[in-house]
């Protein structure tokens, strides 16, 4: 009971300190610095410091800035403008025509950028003008935008699957491998919905302006060629073994920096801007991931990951209603925190309990990063709803209405993936 008392006290400090506005490492930083103090004879500082030096010490977490850098590069170029004229020709016939581009554009970009964000934002920019010129469904829009742009975190190289790698002691490698199938699995419950609400609201979709022929709509498609060449090159070394996710990142980097100058973009001032803007992202995730290593060292200490293990394993909950109960719980937390803090802030008393429940950390590392995913478009504090509302200005209730059907579709995807494992597991089982 004591241990208890004493771990509430530390969660309650954990939330005031996070609602009061401080910055999340160091929230991790002052709450482990208590844990520490409360639960162990060992002095806080020493601790602190060879925990931070021992975790951060890990080749593993090159990647990280690589693939930031990557897609901070890419951000500067043509490319999100080619995407969509090269998509655009081939959607032309698919009920809902070019609100499809939000979804496959999204989908794309997501396979060489790792960051949801960055995805809505980049990809906003250029199709909800057009959307919007041509008469489409603006809630549609900005919800389809919102929620597609999610996948930015699930396609591969995903910075959240390497931060769980890092925190879980799983392969990078084998999660990236992973993370396709439930990608595609998503992209096809958005586009049918698209398609399916566009069939039942024939008024609100523009009539077809364009119409391509076969050979010019392989004509648009070369602006694609570029994008497919890059993913190849980075997951396709991954996949075959050729090389590790940190060596595929620096490939990701050399092959983003070649299109940048081939679209003419590779300027200093963008080169500079690229670096400057992979530092503060890597900076600020590192910091995160290093704080938070205190705080698992700190819940070591303090015996609340084995005892909490300990009392759910005695409720005798399935595998199921275990699943469940943890999907509400991301949810509710998304609402409030950031998908990657949350990934910091549960991993040192959420991955015992799943273990001890018999289930496959490779699996549940995709389950967890679609939850969070859900989690980036749920008011109040939906980080996606915010980047729509930031390009188009819009109320944000408008925008979160709009975000609904597909946060209820993310849903149906866990679900899914409960009830069909495979979808996660059979890639990896394939690969070297």
């Known amino acids: 009971m004591e241990v208890l008392d004493s771990s509430l006290i530390l969660i309650v400090l954990l939330f005031a300190l996070l609602g009061g506005g401080l910055w999340v490492a160091i929230t991790l930083l002052v709450v482990g610095y208590v844990a520490i103090s409360m639960f162990s004879g060992a002095t806080p500082g020493f601790v602190i410091a060879t925990t931070i030096w021992g975790q951060s010490n890990n080749w593993a977490l090159t990647a990280l800035p690589m693939f930031i850098w990557m897609g901070e590069i890419l951000y500067r170029t043509r490319v999100s403008d080619d995407m969509f004229r090269g998509l655009a020709p081939w959607v032309s016939r698919i009920p809902g025509r070019l609100m499809h581009v939000n979804v496959f554009a999204s989908g794309i970009f997501a396979a060489i950028s790792g960051s949801s964000t960055a995805t809505a934002a980049t990809i906003g920019k250029i199709s909800l003008p057009e959307l919007e010129k041509r008469g489409y469904d603006q809630r549609l829009a900005y919800g389809s935008l919102a929620s597609a742009g999610t996948l930015g975190i699930l396609v591969p190289p995903s910075i959240a699957m390497i931060i769980y790698g890092f925190l879980t002691d799983v392969s990078v490698a084998r999660l990236f491998v992973a993370g396709v199938l439930p990608s595609l ?49 980075v997951l396709g070394s991954i996949y075959q073994g050729i090389a590790t996710p940190s060596e595929a990142a620096v490939v990701g980097v050399v092959g983003s920096l070649l299109i940048s100058a081939a679209y003419r973009s590779l300027s200093w001032k963008n080169f500079v801007a690229s670096v400057y803007g992979a530092m503060i992202t890597s900076t600020m995730l590192l910091f995160i991931l290093a704080a938070s290593s205190v705080l698992n060292v700190a819940m070591g200490y303090s015996g609340l990951p084995r005892d909490l293990a300990t009392w759910i394993g ?119």
């Open 185 to 233: 699995l998503l992209v096809g419950l958005f586009s049918g919905y698209i398609a399916v609400w566009s069939l039942l609201n024939p008024g609100k979709v523009p009539k077809r302006d364009l119409r391509f022929s076969f050979k010019e709509k392989l004509y648009e498609a070369r602006r694609l060629i570029p994008v497919v060449i890059l993913i190849i090159a």
């Open 314 to 432: 005695g409720m005798n909950l399935s595998q199921y209603e275990l699943l469940a109960v943890l999907a509400v719980l991301f949810i509710l937390m998304g609402m409030f925190i950031d998908g990657i803090s949350i990934l910091v802030l549960t991993a040192a008393i959420i991955i015992p309990i799943v273990e001890q429940a018999g289930i496959d950390l490779l699996w549940f590392g995709v389950y967890l990063v679609i939850v969070i995913e859900i989690g980036l478009i749920t008011p109040p504090v939906g980080f996606n709803l915010f980047v729509i509302q930031g390009i188009t200005k819009r109320d944000i209730v408008f925008i979160s209405r709009g975000a609904v059907p597909f946060f209820l579709l993310m849903i149906v995807a866990v679900g899914i993936l409960m009830i069909f494992p495979e979808i996660a597991t059979f890639l990896p089982s394939k690969v070297r």
